[in-house]
């Protein structure tokens, strides 16, 4: 939600901060707009600010129009909205009363009402709908007393309510950006000569792989020269470095017309990637970012698993997975849903919190929520450096690389390795499986990478099926077991991509109200489990005869080999035969595909479905 990017140093500011905000805009793309402080020798600086409702195409054919003066310090943003339209006059950045201060922001203002009012009783005049207005005046009041731009936004923290990243410059400060952080992404990118400031490493990925994590309720001082990180109180802070371990072109199309085509090609590498380094010689897992003992292990007598969208539908899955192998009672919730339940949490219960951002402000509080009643946490998480692994006790990375198409797909199916890797692993020190089970399902899953290549290779007839029913109106999803959250999962997918209605459903429960929908010629895609789960799979098998006496057309996805299904599916896709719990590694890809491009057929940008943003970081 918004992607925000700041840079001092010596290159023109304007390129490198478009340049970045090219690469946020999968975060929001309601308006997009920068500030640039102008070269000059004086120690007050002009300030120029842009923006244009829309895309960031809208703002650079502006700047192309009306091209700012040179500047060596700028800012930008791209707009999520949440407070005001998504207009020019609400588009980030926004300006005190002088003209002399710009704020962009990320996040919600709780208390921007009291403040507003509060501001406009002093005199100011306040010319936007947005919560982050108010900053600028507050910075404003704040210079006015004395101090640097950096001291003012320390002070105007302690006044703010709710989650917020924010970036500011004043005329005043000609070599200085200030950030400032709670509850919402920031990172620093560290150059030679040159710093940044991003909601996200993608936007600085080009020019450095050096970053250093923000921790929560830090303000930095960005100069060309260097870098201060200190607490909304102006103590020194502790940072953490680290090193981004993938370049430049993974945060690019590579040839492909969307970047959700690139992810979806890319998931047997990122499958791969996630196995990579997990097992050992001997057979045996091992799981060193994990920093929950065994011991401690050995206490839980219960999982929560916390997650929305998506990663939800990966939690929904691992519990499975939990059960089975590991042997403990698992729950899976909605993160946004947890909190306001009172759910029933020890010291010896597990929460595993599932975000491929590792922002979603959802999966946060859930975690908090978990931290106060004492349970142990555990996050899987694509993003190093973002904030839930931070406040997990032990994470496991997927290693998908990063996903910028905001359908999630890669990701999806590297939590889903990471959910069998820690049950596994659960297994194996709780020995709640034999050694040579959890070694065979081990090798089994070393497999996986291959399996989803072949489904790859064959997905041209679900691009035609795909684009034949890209006039329908509805489609339904069924499945069993695992297969019942991959059928939720194609369902959100359509949705999201194609704008259809979409809905799935355990096909269990088809008798007890959904089976009424069906009409003639209904697509219905069924999501048919091995024929090793003989019970599972004959009777999904009779479901698909009861739709389609019913005028259903029956679009069946099963393994290769599973002819019981051939007389009653109108169109059948195979996929490779695998483990019951690992299909829907290989039944997922299919849907994936099946959205995406009935979602093109339709003419939608792929990359950017209309409403959404691709890291949720408000409530
Ligand atoms: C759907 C999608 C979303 C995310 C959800 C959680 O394609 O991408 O439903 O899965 O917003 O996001 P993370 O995993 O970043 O917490």
Redesign the pocket.
Known sequence: MCGIVGYVGTRPALDVVVEGLARLEYRGYDSAGVAVLADGESDERELVTAKRAGKLVNLRNALDETPPPAGTLGMGHTRWATHGAPNDRNAHPHLDCSGKVAVIHNGIIENFAALRAELEENGHKLVSDTDTEAVAHLLEDELRDGGTLADAMRRVCGRLEGAFTLVAVHTGDPDLVVGARRNSPLVVGVGDGENFLASDVAAFIAHTRDAIELGQDQVVELRASGVTVTDFEGRPAEVKEYHVDWDVSAAEKGGYDYFMLKEIAEQPRAVADTLLGRIAADGRLVLDEMRITDQELREVDKIIIV??????HAGLIAKYALEHWAGLPCEVEL?SEFRYRDPILSRSTLVIA???????MD?LMAVRHAREQHAKLLGIC?VNGSTLPRECDGVLYTHAGPEVA????K??LT?LVAVYLIALYIAQVRGTKWGDEVFAMIQLLAQMPEKVEKVLETMEPVRELARSLANERSVLFLGRHVGFPVALEGA??LK?LAYMHAEGFAAGELKHGPIALIEEGLPVIVVVPPRARAVLHDKIVSNIQEIRARGARTIVIAEEGDETVEPFADTLIRVPAVPTLFQPLVTTVPLQVFACELATAKGHDVDQPRN?A???TVE
């Open positions: 997650a929305c969208g998506t990663s939800y993160a599932i975000s491929q951002s590792g922002e979603t999966a694509n905001v359908a999630s797909t990701a999806f939590q959100l997918k999201e959404l691709k890291s949720v």
